[in-house]
């Protein structure tokens, strides 16, 4: 007997996630006008908006000048990418904690496949409920509680605070679209691509590829999914090229398959700064985080391939800036170099300064020198092992035989024994 | 590490082939060796003399030994003329 095993994708969607992390404790921020502010030295381009600012007409990546036009009363909110690098990490790992293989949209969106789940939980009721417990930092069933509610003495994190929204569907895109009509607490799931005919076609702006068309399909009064599955795939290839042809794809139930993030270590070194810090006292901060990460045991000899820098700035907010390094390293001289410039970039003085290795490298850089020299090598090979051996055994460890006076007739004349320096 | 450097420098250059003192049993007449410790002398290869420092306070004057033991060493033993004791040396 065959048996025929359904896909089930659930997506987990977390409402405004950046500006509830922003705002942190501050929840009276949310019942009102706020968006999050632009970063600075970047685009001035508002962030995610409060239900109240949607009333005054202020949207997602609205100038900022328009939005306060449009609200006067407009708050806003410094944004904290540290912190939402932070919580959303906190998200993934406690769905990685029921056993998901998780595929990270946006901050706030993550979908996984529940096929393997559902034996473990039960049921797929039993897979929302436990993605929901995990979630929400409860623990069903006698486990571990696994978001951790924050530093000690402060407020409880972010993510508890957050009401997650789950969805399941057959596609990627039909889960969203469940999870984005489900309510809190009551987690909805679309059978099927007939399902969301009536729904709008701003769903189409929660997937990256699809984002830009909601504005041009509504000026051609194409508003429901329906009638975006209605057009012929030729007429939308014809005018909104490969993104419409994935729009068609998704709205007609065909999605790609789900590309789940390998669970990853994290490494990370952090540093208080005493006061306010810039310029060189900063750089010298820098320096010593990149000495202490290299010197991390867990790092296990592997070379770094991409860091994440972040800063807590004294104005408020925070900072974060993702290096990606022309070639995997873990020489110190040139981490400084390539990190160094990058805390130009700083808006305002940091009191706290983070450094965090977020891809490895192979164990050795592939690097190799202009000119192969082999003796320069051997050379350096054997000071490294002069080194150790005097630190196991003591300075008499490593000697050299130094020929004094070969020919004399008294043989301890010939030649001493005197201390090895490479 | 930077102490046991201080340590290495501090101890400088050593000697190789310090002579060790050695218990020799020599005929009278010659000082042809028979007995190192405790090995039998099977055979001479070889016998020079060293005089060196005979300018100075402390001059040296050896008489060298290259011998074969019965168990099969080849050993150089040396009588030092000067203080009257023998040594052995590689």
New interface residues.
Partial sequence: MRTCVRTVIVCVLLPRFELVVAAGGRRELLGSPATLAPEAGREQLIGEVSPAAEAFGVRRGMRLGEALARCTTLALVPPDPMGVADTWEAALVALEGIGAEVEPGRPGLACFDSRGLARLHGSLDGVLRAAYAALRGEAPRGARRVIPTGRRGSAPSPIARLVPRLGAGPTRFLAVAAASRARARKPEAVRGPRELAGEPVELLALREETAALPGPLARLGILTLGDLAALPRDGLADRFGRAGLLAHDLVSGRDGVLVPRRPGERLEESLELPESASGQQLERGLGMLIDRLLARRDRRARTLRAVVLSARLVEGGTWRERVVFREALADPARMRLALGGRLALLPAPAEALRLEADRFGPPHPESRALFEDGIAERRERLREAV?QA??VA???AA?R??PVDLES???????????FEA | ?AR??A???S?????????QPSRVRARENDGRPLVVDGRMVEAVRESWL?E?RWWTDAP?R?RYWEVVTACGRDL?VFRDLVAGRWYS??
């Fill in positions: 080194g005097r630190a003591g300075p008499e000697l035989v130094l007739r008294v043989p301890e004349r010939r030649v001493v024994l005197a201390p | 590490m046991a450097g340590r290495a420098a101890s400088g250059p050593r000697r190789l082939a310090r002579p060293v060196d040296l050896r150089v040396q590689r």
